[in-house]
T-cell receptor, first 114, second 113 residues
């Protein structure tokens, strides 16, 4: 499969810290990227997205950075809270019209300690 | 506004049987995509429907099929179930095609024995 989730990397932070979750993508033609948060027993929740013509996009407490040169995407969460504990997935849109698909990363587990 | 709903939430089937899962999108959303999530393979795209037409398709065998109705509700069917089909099946809806701002449902947990 294109998304392998055998061993989830884990990021442990203290409440109030800033968190940075990284994602590498492989297809230089991908033009749209999304970050999702998935809590246990729930479906993924849309956090923020970015198109390839942008380098940075900010939301409420979250920032996504896109570095097309090294095919790297990051999600920054400011003032991390215990409620931010979840698995975070990046996704990229690949392919041409009619054959497009979203390809998800492995996921990173974020653990926030009070 | 109600979120994406999926029925049933849990399902147990026997190898060789078939199964149909249902997804009701957010009101006004016309695109529905289906995904399979397993511990080994992670989240994988199955297909996307928009205005009752399949617009995009992932790399799954023909045993996996879907359809969309005029009210945008969608169903996914898996025939001749295999043990490896055990997974969480998620659907996501969005206003238009192209995977922009998709909102996921809670999923249907399918167990094949």
């Amino acid at each position: 499969g294109e998304s392998v989730g055998l061993h989830l990397p884990t990021l442990s932070v203290q409440e109030g810290d800033n968190s940075i979750i990284n994602c590498a993508y492989s297809n230089s033609a991908s033009d749209y990227f999304i970050w999702y948060k998935q809590e246990s027993g729930k479906g993924p929740q849309f956090i923020i997205d970015i198109r390839s013509n942008m380098d940075k996009r900010q939301g409420q407490r979250v920032t996504v950075l896109l570095n097309k040169t090294v095919k790297h995407l990051s999600l920054q969460i400011a003032a991390t809270q215990p409620g931010d504990s979840a698995v975070y997935f990046c996704a990229e849109k690949r392919g041409n019209t009619g054959f497009q698909k979203l390809v998800f990363g492995t996921g990173t587990r974020l653990l926030v300690s009070p | 506004k109600a979120g994406v709903t999926q029925t049933p939430r849990y399902l147990i089937k026997t190898r060789g049987q078939q199964v149909t899962l249902s997804c009701s999108p957010i009101s006004g959303h016309r695109s529905v995509s289906w995904y399979q999530q397993t511990p080994g393979q992670g989240l994988q795209f199955l297909f996307e429907y928009f205005s009752e037409t399949q617009r995009n398709k992932g790399n799954f065998p023909g045993r996996f099929s879907g359809r969309q109705f005029s009210n945008s509700r969608s169903e996914m069917n898996v025939s001749t179930l295999e043990l490896g089909d055990s997974a969480l099946y998620l659907c996501a809806s969005s206003l238009g095609t192209g995977f922009y701002e998709q909102y996921f449902g809670p999923g249907t947990r399918l167990t094949v024995t």
